[in-house]
């Protein structure tokens, strides 16, 4: 069998516009496994909303057993109004954080490109994002989110004292560090990492721990340290400046979420969820779209699938070793922008309208 086939994919579209733009993700396999003889197997299961109606939790243990041994897993959104009054563990989004704490998924990925088609849909100067290729890589499963001790606490005079611990130990920043060192290699080869060791002890740990990795592994990589609250100015003022940015768990949330916005619409923001190498040498992964159910569009079929369509590339990328594959379908999502094919979130004066099925099969015709 050829090194490339039988790769095992789990879809998981969950609520609101998942199923939608998870469909089109489909379409796109399918196009692969019939023209490129790929054979990439693929089954769909339910997360979220869409299994707690039926299984009454958000995620089984037998999804939850698939996601492990599959190549890679493609995730829609959980969530909705529908579910919002369910106390907080048994909420749809729990699935999720099950997925990545289980599956280990300590590295996230977050592009932000500006495609050069929707320079104007930032609220940036075009001159400014035009061009704009930066990947933010953030530490997921340490820091002050999971530190202990943490919670609320009653004290004197009957006030509550509220307690989180950010903590980072050697290897958890060695580890991500040499994710971003290793993705800066294949791109412009400067990575930026950010931390506040001007106030937290935490971050000159940080500071100096990516040094070492630099210093020892990848000497010639061009390392910039930077305080977060700086980097969070910069990307507003000169965010071409960037390649690779490192940033722990607290101010790689903060900093990818600014990221994305400068590029123009959450319906084009592809993200990865990278884990550490099993026994077998397979990285556990989970790709999704950044935005979430979107449930005032959902079942419309207004939806802008290309950031899901996105995740794709990056599965491709990173879980299953088809780099020209992925080239492919980046190239073919620009074309269709070229053509002036829009979505209605990304929509403007002498564009052309299309549905989340049209933009699907535009971006198929691509691949042709
Ligand atoms: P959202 O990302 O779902 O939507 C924010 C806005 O962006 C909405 O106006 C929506 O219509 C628009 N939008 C989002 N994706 C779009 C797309 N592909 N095409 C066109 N427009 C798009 O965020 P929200 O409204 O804060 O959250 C809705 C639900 O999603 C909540 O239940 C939340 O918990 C959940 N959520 C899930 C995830 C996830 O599964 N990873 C992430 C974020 C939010």
Redesign the pocket.
């Known amino acids: 069998m050829n090194k490339k086939n039988g790769r095992k994919i789990l879809l998981l579209p ?1 609520d ?2 998942g199923p939608e ?1 998870v469909r089109e993700v489909k379409k796109i396999l399918d196009w692969f496994n019939d023209k490129k003889s790929l054979d990439f197997t693929f089954e769909e299961e339910l997360i979220g909303g869409a299994s707690i109606d039926i299984n009454k939790i958000p995620i089984t243990d037998e999804v939850f057993y698939k996601s492990l041994e599959s190549d890679a897993v493609i995730l829609g ?4 109004p529908k579910w919002d009054k369910l106390e907080f563990s048994k909420k749809p ?1 729990r699935a ?1 954080l099950k997925l990545r704490k289980e599956l280990k998924l300590f590295a996230n990925l977050r592009p932000a490109i500006c495609f050069k088609q929707l320079v104007d849909s930032s609220t940036l100067k075009p001159e400014i994002v035009s061009g704009l290729d930066i990947m933010i890589v953030r530490e997921l499963t340490g820091g002050i989110y999971f530190g202990e001790p943490r919670g609320i606490e009653p004290i004197e005079n009957n006030q509550r004292k509220g307690i989180n611990t950010h903590s980072y130990t050697t290897n958890e920043i060695h580890r991500i560090a040499r994710v971003a060192f290793d993705l800066a290699k294949k791109r412009k080869n400067k990575v930026t990492s950010c931390e506040k060791s001007n106030v937290m002890e935490a971050g000159v740990l940080w500071r100096e721990e990516v040094q070492v990795i630099k210093d020892k592994e990848y000497k010639s990589i061009e390392l910039d340290h930077m305080l977060a609250d700086n980097c969070a100015m910069q990307l507003l003022r000169n965010p071409k400046q960037f390649d690779v940015i490192l940033a722990d768990n607290l101010f790689g949330d903060m900093l990818s979420d600014e990221a994305g916005m400068l590029t123009g619409s ?2 084009l923001l592809p993200s990865a969820s990278l884990g550490a190498k099993d026994k077998n040498g397979r990285i556990r992964s989970l790709y ?2 950044v ?7 959902a079942g419309k079929n207004i ?2 699938p290309i ?1 899901t369509i996105l995740s794709l590339s990056m599965a491709l990328r990173y879980s299953l070793d088809l780099e020209k594959e992925a080239d492919k379908l980046d190239e073919a999502v620009q074309k269709v922008l070229d053509d002036g094919l829009r ?1 209605k ?1 990304i929509i403007s004066k002498g564009k052309k309208e299309v549905t989340t099925t049209d933009m699907g099969d535009a971006i198929i015709s691509k691949l042709k």
Not at 77 to 80: E, K, L, R, V, W
Not at 291 to 297: C, L, M, V
Request: one cysteine or more; proline letters at 8%.
């Open positions: 969950g609101g516009i733009v959104a959980c969530g909705g989004e999720l959450l319906g999704e779209p935005h979430g159910s979107a449930p005032d569009i939806a802008n950031a979505t979130d």
